[in-house]
Structure formats: C-alpha cells, structure tokens
C-alpha cells in the first residue's frame, strides 16, 4: 500500500502538477486508509487485497466523528488511487468504484451584503504601508473573486492597471485573466506607489519582514478588520470569492461567466459558490417568462 500511494503521489506532483496544498491533502487521506487496511489485513497487505467491502467498512468507522463531505473527500482519494493503479496496470479493478459516495448535506455558502462588503473593504483607512496593503488585499479579494493562494502567489509583474487586468495562476498551474475593479485598482496603485513601484518580479503583497505574504496572514488581515466591523461575523478570505460570485449574479452576470472568471473546471462548482434570494429570483422570472409579464 505504502508503495503504490507513494506512486500514485508523484503522479499527482509530476503529470497532473497538483499543488503542495491538494498533494498534501491526498497524502493524508490515502495515508489513513492505508493505516486501516493494514489494521485489517496486516501491515504486508497489498491493495489487490482491498474489497469493495472493506472500503465500506472504513467509511461506516468515519460515520462516527466525520462529517460527510470529508467522508466524501477521503473516498475520492481512495478512488483516485486505484483508477491510478488500474491505469498504470498493477490493477484489474477498482473496487472503489462499487462504493458509492455519501449524500452531502446541501448548505448554502454565506456571503456579506453589499453594505457589509463596502464597510469591510473600505475599513483599513490609515496612509501607513500596511493599512494600504490590507485596503489593496480586500478590494482585490472582494473585485476579483481569487483565492486565497491565488492572491499571495501574484506578482507585481502580474498586474496591469492601465488595463485594469490580473494574470492569475490558478488550480493545476491554470492562468486566467481576472479584470480589476476601479476602486481595487485604486488601492493597488496606492499600495505601490508607498512601495516606490517595486520591480516587477517581485512579490505584489509583502508582510511586515518584506517577505511574500502567506494565507495564514491574508487571514489574520480579514480577523483584525472584521473585529472592527461590530455588527458583523467572523468570516474567511473565501468569503469574499463566495461574495464576489453572488453579486456578480445578482448584478446579471451569466453563470459560465463566472466561471471563467472564478477559474472552475466544472460549472456545477461555481453554481455551489453562489446564492441568490428568492426577490431576486422572482424579479428574473418576471422580467424573463412570457407568460409573467401582463
């Protein structure tokens, strides 16, 4: 098992260039799979020995202290494992495809309103370098929907502002072009400018050291503005793409627009990332269906 997973890894890192984050992420999974089978079978036992059965049984042990949308993820990986050892002919089958995934529970992912959105950009307001950076963080976030690795990986090269465009790198080493808003690239030209326009190999957001910023303090930036903000909950980075979405569609924005724009493989992903409230559904359908209109 210990084998094949680490096969299957390099895989991953070489012919479908996974990020560190998602390779972690398999590793993990398979890595606790792998501690089950070996409890069940033996440490010696190979994956030609795993059933459809056993994986049942390993998901019916996760049922007892994981959600199932993690249940779900750890199944993926499991699958995506033996597809890999099909392919590569050191299976016949994989028995994972008889193991069907657990019925995810349907939660509609929270966003901010417009008013909270403005208020939460709009909060870092001192001229120092690092209220400018952290006013330049959250309009790109909320302008140009990225994620989180998406935005501490830009470069200064990256950006266009008389164009008013981002080169992004995205999941699985995609680029996209994101347009900027006016009021991100505002903040952005301000936050270089205090920089004395850096060359363009560098970094587009440093931390306090001058090094590239990292997710984990794109996060702490979000906390300590939303802790300003009193009437307001606490929120991730992500909230902002989740944000950026739906206004989009509210606004009018077409769905495979989005998607383009978000950097989505599949469509069905982006619809997850949206909400729209039934007034504005309502108004749609009115200004839409023949038959709605008097």
Known sequence: META???????LETERNASPHTREAYRSDLDQFRQFVCG?????????????????????QLHRSHQKSSIGRKLAAVRALFKHLVRTGSLARNPAELVSTPK???????????????????????????????????ETLYSCGLRVSELTGLDVGGLDLADG????????GKERVVPVGSHARSALGAYLAARSHPPVGTPLFLNARGGRLTSRSVRRVVDNHIL???????????????????????????????????????????????????DRLMEVYDRAHPKARK
């Not at 020995?49 to 049984?57: G, N, P, S």
């Not at 349907?106 to 952290?134: C, F, G, M, Q, W």
């Open 5 to 11: 997973i680490a096969s299957f890894l390099r895989h």
């Open 165 to 172: 465009t981002v080169r992004v790198l995205g999941k699985g």
């Open 228 to 278: 300003r903000l009193a009437t307001m909950r606490r929120i991730s980075p992500h909230t902002l793409r989740h944000t950026f979405a739906t206004h989009m569609l509210e606004g009018g924005a077409d769905l495979r627009a989005i998607q383009e724009l978000l950097g989505h493989a599949s469509l069905s992903t982006t619809q997850k990332y949206t909400h729209v409230g039934i």
């Open 40 to 60: 069940e079978l033996g440490q010696a036992a190979a994956p030609g020995a795993v059933t459809h059965l056993l994986i049942r049984r390993w998901l019916a």
């Open 104 to 138: 995810r529970e349907k939660k509609v992912p929270y966003h901010l309103n417009i008013d909270e959105a403005t208020a939460l950009v709009e909060a870092p307001k001192a001229p120092d370098l690092l209220s400018l950076r952290d006013r330049a963080i959250l």
